[in-house]
């Protein structure tokens, strides 16, 4: 693997003067290469302490598919992504599968994670590290959005029973026992289905797991790796709603000190100074693809059915990460915020409660 890595570098690294004769190569914790996951190796310059790239690899069938799925979905986004925001993905570079199993190439992206910033206990002013990384992670999605091929499609009840409801069912035993909010959850979401079933909506394929710890800044720049296989089923709004609840969750932490998810108490997500700098972007999102209002409601509950049905369907469950989405869904109902975001979304911001 190591040499088919140094050959598919060697245009890059002469670019950058580098011999890769000389290149340093660390796994980074984590991945799980037998369970159709990816382990990530970083690849260094001599003397340079950041990444310059990234090796993905995968070892079984399903783990390849997705590798080169990820990768081949890279390729078309860099075809066609404008100049100003080209550098704000990662550019891949090489593919490969063998019996053996598969590696992908791309450039690795420069900064601090942004799920970091917002988690970091003891910050003086976590609200306003919330309203800059905001800020800067949805003035970005809107513009990606704005240049990307839209289609058009309904959430029928067939397709909240396959995508969110049956799946969600079949994991009873095990959430039920995970959270005091299932109950309330399940019943939230079968309550919506109905409600979908007669729009036509808009929408762009998203990045498919657009959160905080997919995304990097550097300055004023933002970067977002981990761009999911093509999935033209996922809901309309949906990077947006992942971005919301992921972030409220590493705000919690870093509010209430706490290292677990499923230690938190706090409804970041009704709190005005979560919703101010988040409330402008659902609106521009819902007006530029016409999505009605009423629909917010649903919609974030399609949204996080999906993300908590993917956590479940993993070879190890995240139980942490299970716990935490369970509990923003109450947090989203119980400060009633489908009638504040609807406000918001009709109105100036500063009308939320
Ligand atoms: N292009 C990149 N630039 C910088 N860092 C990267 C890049 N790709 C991956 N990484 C680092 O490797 C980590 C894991 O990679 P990635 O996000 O693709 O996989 P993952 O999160 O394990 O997979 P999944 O989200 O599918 O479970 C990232 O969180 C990031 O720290
Ligand atoms: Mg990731």
Redo the contacts with the bound molecule.
Sequence with gaps: MFAWIRNALSEDARQRGIDTGRLSFFK?V??DLSSG??A?F?ILGPGSSM?LW?A?AARSPEGNQ?LRQ?YERLKVLHQRIPPELEYSL?RPIAFDERETGSVSL?????GE?VSRLLREHGQKDPWRTWKDHCGLALDWYILFSRDEPRHTRTLDEDWWQRRVIRPLEEADDFLRDLSPHWNEVLEAIRGAQSSTSKSLLQDLIPHG?FTP??L?VQGDSI?A??W?PVDSELPPGCDLFHFMVSSGLYLGQSIEKKLHLSELRMNVLSDKRFLEPICPYLRQYFNDFSIPLELVHPLFLAAVGCKIVAYVR?PEPIRESICGWLFSVHCWMDGKLDQAVHRACKVHSDLIP
């Design positions: 980074r984590g991945g996951g990816k990530i970083e990444p990234v993905k997705t990820e990662p791309e450039t690795a992206l420069p994670k797991d710890t997919n990097v970067g790796f981990d999911s993993r």
